[in-house]
């Protein structure tokens, strides 16, 4: 290919408008290379311009970003690998910070995978430290990556409904106060006044697991979460109707030993 000049005014320009983003200023760079043709010479004016092209394609505070980022957060939720990478690419070649994208994918791992896949969220985590450790383009590879892990896993929203129910009800129960048994206990006054009295500690079980309460009285019997049918969320229900049943039959935390599902 041919030469351009980069005017020294342009170059400035330059790295006023990318603020430190070096795939941005490539991506301007070459936008205003193609405007000017081989042998030509970018001025500001050229630089201005290819940057409006590039906030035309893609205005991150238009009706489009959120479109766009819509539409990959849907592909993912809806267990489509096929437009989940679509609508990736098509973020990042509008322009889109690749860093902001993957705070989004750590968001859908939250949101949408959950404790169907525990594996979900440290995936994402690491492909974000993998495209702030690689840049742009060899850490895009592995932000599409995220995208097909996270629209191919087993999903759940139920850690994500659980928190919002447990916000209200924390809410609605500021002043609730912590059951006398689970408070701590440092000082003979306190020990004195009952706290911590009638706490049963769990290892001293054989199957580590003693029935008590743990919410407060305007909450007893409160259920925030409750696990979904799917992927890893099946072995915690088990987990969860064993301790279940094992609080009905011997609620005093007694009884013979029993393994763990």
């Known amino acids: 290919g041919g030469t351009v ?14 603020d430190g983003d070096a795939r941005r200023a490539l991506t301007i760079l070459e936008a205003a290379a193609q405007h000017v043709g081989e042998g030509g ?11 409006a092209r590039r906030l035309a394609a893609h205005d991150k505070a238009g009706e489009a970003h959120y479109d766009l980022i819509s539409a990959l957060h849907k592909a993912v939720r809806g267990s489509d690998p096929q437009g989940a990478l679509y609508w990736l690419a098509r973020i990042l070649q509008g322009g889109e910070d690749p860093m902001f994208v993957a705070r989004r994918l750590v968001r859908m791992a ?3 995978i959950g404790l169907a896949d525990p594996g979900a969220l440290p995936v994402a985590l690491a492909g974000r430290d993998a495209y702030h450790f690689l840049g742009s383009p060899e850490g895009e590879l592995a932000l599409a990556e995220v995208a097909v892990h996270l629209a191919t896993a087993p999903k759940s929203n139920r850690v994500y ?3 919002k129910a447990a916000q209200a009800a924390a809410a609605e129960t500021p002043a609730a106060p912590v059951p006398l048994h689970i408070r701590n206990a440092p000082t003979s006054l ?4 009952g ?8 290892f001293d079980d054989p199957a580590a697991y003693v029935p008590q309460e743990y919410l407060p009285e305007a909450l007893r019997g409160a259920m925030f ?5 799917f992927g890893h969320e099946r072995r915690i229900a088990e987990r969860l109707q064993w301790w279940a049943e ?3 039959a011997h609620p005093a935390g007694e009884g013979s030993p029993a393994s763990e599902p």
Do not use: F, Q
């Open 5 to 18: 000049t980069l005017e020294a005014e342009a170059r400035d320009r330059l790295s006023v408008v990318a």
């Open 41 to 51: 010479t970018i001025t500001p004016e050229v630089v201005e311009a290819a940057m």
């Open 110 to 112: 939250s949101e949408d």
């Open 161 to 163: 409904a659980a928190w």
């Open 190 to 193: 306190m020990r004195e006044l």
């Open 195 to 202: 706290y911590g009295k009638g706490y049963r500690y769990a």
């Open 225 to 229: 979460y409750e696990p979904g049918p």
């Open 246 to 248: 094992r609080a009905a």
